[in-house]
């Protein structure tokens, strides 16, 4: 099992900033991309990004050039910087970690508890 812990949601102004951090713990061994999702009142959840093992990274198309992930793999921690943010980035937000199980070659789903991030104008 990996377990998730998240911090750094908050109430933040139109066009300010905010970084999201999220650790993992337990059984690490075979993560590979770790990410972020959001969901918002009302609304199925969102991919927001991903990073690869590797650094490889994508993103919606609404957080482009605004959102940056991040990972350290030594503190096994993904980041997301989000700026310019908007009234519409109001959700929870998800951390997501995929670990594939060396024995089965299976991949593993994981998911953080999730914190919200609320955007006033």
């Known amino acids: 099992q990996v377990q998730l812990v998240e911090s750094g949601g908050g109430l933040v102004q139109v066009g300010g900033s905010l970084r999201l951090s999220c650790v993992a713990s337990?059984?690490?061994?075979?993560?590979?991309?770790m990410g972020w999702y959001r969901q918002a009142p009302g609304k199925e959840r969102e991919f927001v990004a991903r990073i690869t093992s590797s650094g490889s990274t994508n993103y919606a198309d609404g957080v482009k050039g605004r959102f940056t992930i991040s990972r350290d793999n030594a503190k096994n921690a993904v980041y997301l910087q989000m700026n310019s943010l908007k009234p519409e980035d109001t959700a929870v937000y998800y951390c997501?970690?995929?670990?594939?199980?060396?024995?089965?070659?299976?991949?593993?789903?994981?998911w953080g508890q999730g914190t919200q991030v609320t955007v006033s104008s």
């Open positions: 997501n970690v995929i670990r594939r199980d060396m024995a089965t070659r299976r991949d593993y789903n994981y």
């Open positions: 337990g059984s690490i061994l075979g993560i590979n991309a």
